[in-house]
């Protein structure tokens, strides 16, 4: 399923976390060149600024990482239970025709979304997945896309990051004591 995906997405949830499998998750995105969406759980299991991470998915995740999610037709969830947090009782998923693979210790969690379930931990399920498919990129054009939109979304709170916010607003003193 992977290899025939046009615009794959990778859930990282707190499974890999759990499991120490950042560095296997950062090998599988750089050598498959997948974007790598994260849920609350999942946060730092890629580095935010690898080329690779396009921030969290869902309620509180970034307009990349939901752009991506909205488009979709493969997602590959890895220790992820797919809350409703993360998928927004599933419609933050538009493509009518989008496929699940879950990678999860859990054979419930693997199984969501009548998804193909990959029961195993998330370092030896990534592991195997990044050998299995050797030689598979994904296209340069969406790979030069996700670049763009990460690169606008980091300007953006990087202008958040720095707009000062001074002075600080006055706190009255409360005359009861």
């Not at 994260?38 to 890629?46: E, H, P, R, S, Y």
């Not at 939901?66 to 009782?89: C, K, M, P, Q």
Request: glycine share 10%.
């Amino acid at each position: 399923m992977l290899r025939h995906a046009r615009r794959p997405l990778v859930i990282a949830g707190g499974g890999v976390i759990y499991s120490e499998a950042s560095a296997a998750l950062r090998r599988f995105a750089e050598a498959t060149g997948i974007p790598v969406a994260d849920t609350q759980a999942g946060k730092g299991a890629l580095a935010w600024d690898h080329p690779c991470a396009v921030g969290g998915v869902g309620a509180t995740g970034s307009p990349v990482a939901n752009a991506l999610a909205r488009e979709a037709d493969v997602v590959l969830g890895i220790g992820t239970r797919y809350s409703d947090f993360t998928t927004a009782s599933r419609t933050a998923f538009q493509d009518r025709d989008v496929t699940f693979v879950n990678l999860n210790v859990a054979a419930f969690d693997a199984g969501k979304h009548a998804g193909t379930s990959l029961v195993a931990d998330a370092r030896a399920g990534l592991e195997a997945l990044t050998t299995a498919l050797t030689g598979y990129h994904v296209d340069p054009g969406y790979t030069n896309r996700i670049e763009a939109a990460n690169a606008d979304w980091r300007r953006v709170v990087e202008h958040a990051y720095h707009l000062g916010h001074q002075p600080l607003p006055a706190r009255p003193r409360s005359s009861a004591r």
